[in-house]
């Protein structure tokens, strides 16, 4: 049951959470079969990794994030640890994350209904999207799942129950619609329950449409 992946440029390979078998794996592009494990015993849904090469995991069995650099077995925490819960310090269920360039770490934390922003070597997070309880207002997400953040430092999250995508930006009381939001179905303007999301060069946006067994393009927002 893998659940997310990401290219490790600097290493030629690619990265997968292989979630139904509690690890995360490494296969290199040249030779596909070479594979290896490389964090063992976690319940790992999401992963990023940042510009040094450092992988980070999601951990919604333990509600945390861990650093892992090239070789490491344990990791370093660096959000969450605290107990499931919903404070500040706290997540519950984190799955996709993204990492920007100042090592501000973004979790869509999908039990709190919530989009949380780490930055380096904080104690807690702030909320940047969501966090008004489960529910369909523009205020509001219902079990988040991919965010990215664009250049412009705007927040795009799946709000997967809701099939739609949100865009937020940092400080603001509730987000807008960009895809969806007109219910579940299979019509151009529908998702049902997208999951991932990805921006190519040209800032058009790709959208997995997970029920929906496709892969929505959106021209540039």
């Not at 494990?37 to 999401?46: A, E, K, L, Q």
């Not at 070789?71 to 919903?86: P, T």
């Not at 953040?149 to 940092?170: F, K, P, S, T």
Request: include cysteine.
């Amino acid at each position: 049951h893998p659940t997310n992946i990401i290219h490790d440029k600097e290493n030629y390979s690619f990265i997968i959470a292989d979630h139904g078998n509690n690890r995360v794996i490494r296969y290199f592009d040249q030779n596909p079969t070479n594979q290896q494990t490389i964090i063992s015993n976690i319940n790992c849904w999401g992963l990023t990794i940042d510009k040094n090469g450092y992988i980070y995991a999601s951990d919604c069995k333990n509600h945390e994030v861990r650093r892992y650099k090239q070789g490491d077995k344990k990791g370093e925490l660096v959000a969450g640890g605290n107990g499931q819960g919903n404070h500040l310090n706290q997540l519950n269920d984190p799955t996709y994350m993204f990492i920007d360039d100042d090592y501000s770490l973004y979790i869509s934390d999908k039990r709190n209904h919530r989009v949380m922003k780490w930055r380096k070597d904080a104690k807690e997070g702030i909320i940047v999207a969501g966090g008004n309880e489960k529910g369909n207002s523009l205020k509001q997400l219902h079990f988040p799942r991919g965010v990215i953040v664009d250049h412009l430092g705007q927040i795009y999250v799946v709000d997967g129950r809701n099939n739609r995508v949100m865009r937020w930006c940092e400080g603001d009381k509730e987000g807008e619609i960009v895809v969806g939001g007109n219910g579940w179905g299979n019509q151009s303007n529908q998702l049902n329950c997208p999951t991932g999301l990805s921006f190519d060069n040209e800032e058009n946006l790709y959208v997995a449409d997970s029920r929906n067994d496709r892969i929505q393009k959106y021209e540039k927002l």
